[in-house]
């Protein structure tokens, strides 16, 4: 039988809600959630593999806290150089990859997405992998749209998606659509 994975967790505010954040022992970023732990839990149960895992309180895991704190505090590229782990479908790795390389500052198309990873008519596929990221606001999924410019659904909703759009500078009223 496979080992539990070993994961820690910090609690932390923020302006957009208490947040809780995982990570594994070698100091990656696992999940993201809005302040419950049973939806950390049910996150981090979709990618721990076979052995499932442990999750126990750790103050500020490898320093992914204080990178978090300094992101809303207004060093908007503390969060760009953080180790992800995210488990996922090679189709969601390959979505999330792409959702790293959306600029701070800027919004794309779920379509955008699609012809990023080499499969322009995936846009619902892309929306799927987006809604299914377990690291909100690191793997920025807030910075994707409709391709009308039009507000999305985003699993934190979208007044907090709307806050990080205006605190990275890309949101309402004009919001910069990169296509």
């Known amino acids: 039988m496979a ?3 070993r994961l820690v967790f910090d609690r932390i505010p923020s302006p957009v809600g208490e947040l809780l954040i995982a990570a594994d022992e070698a100091g990656r970023l696992r999940a993201i959630d809005w302040g419950e ?14 052995g499932g895992f442990t999750l126990a309180p750790q103050r500020d895991p490898a320093g992914l806290t204080a990178a978090i704190q ?15 782990e995210a488990g996922g479908t090679p189709f969601q790795r390959a979505v999330w990859a792409a959702l790293r ?15 990023r990873i080499g499969q322009p008519g ?3 596929a892309v929306g799927l992998a987006n809604n299914a990221n377990p690291i909100p606001i690191v793997v920025p999924c807030h910075r994707v749209i409709g391709a009308d410019g039009s507000m999305t659904g985003f699993g934190g909703g979208i007044a ?10 890309a949101g309402s009223p004009q919001l910069s659509l990169a296509i």
């Open 3 to 5: 080992e539990p994975l």
């Open 37 to 50: 732990e049973q939806g950390l839990r049910e996150r981090l149960a979709r990618s721990a593999g076979p």
């Open 70 to 84: 300094a992101y809303f505090a207004g060093d908007l590229a503390a969060i760009d150089t953080l180790p992800v």
């Open 101 to 115: 390389g959306i600029a701070c500052g800027t919004t794309v198309s779920y379509g955008e997405i699609a012809r």
């Open 122 to 124: 995936a846009m619902r």
């Open 160 to 169: 907090r998606k709307r806050w990080l759009l205006d605190h990275e500078g």
